[in-house]
């Protein structure tokens, strides 16, 4: 039987909670979520601008845009990507000491 995630959640749960407080955890992937998620806009962006502009594209659509954007779809979600760093131990996070945060 196989899995439909990419990272069984229980198992992210039960190594989390050993480290600290799950929604400390959260947090961090959620942090880390936006961050991959700045990265692949700026990555598309970037290749898009690249593409030349049709005069009129209402004749019909860009293929070489169409064709950037269909790569771009088949990455996985950055929600998944964060969960599975910080499952393999590649996402670390440390929280500020209360010295810090005055």
Do not use: C, W
């Not at 899995?3 to 992937?29: H, L």
């Not at 019909?60 to 269909?70: E, Q, T």
């Amino acid at each position: 039987m196989s899995s439909t995630y990419i990272v069984n959640p229980v198992e992210v749960r039960m190594v989390e909670s050993a480290k600290g407080s799950i929604y400390q955890s959260i947090v961090a992937m959620g942090f880390r979520s936006r961050q991959i998620n700045d990265q692949i806009k700026y990555q598309l962006t970037r290749r898009m601008e690249h593409v030349e502009n049709d005069a009129d594209e209402s004749e019909g659509p860009n293929y070489d845009k169409l064709a950037i954007s269909r790569e771009f779809d088949v990455l996985p979600k950055p929600t998944f990507q964060a969960m599975k760093e910080i499952s393999t131990g590649q996402l670390t996070y440390r929280l500020p000491d209360a010295k810090e945060v005055k």
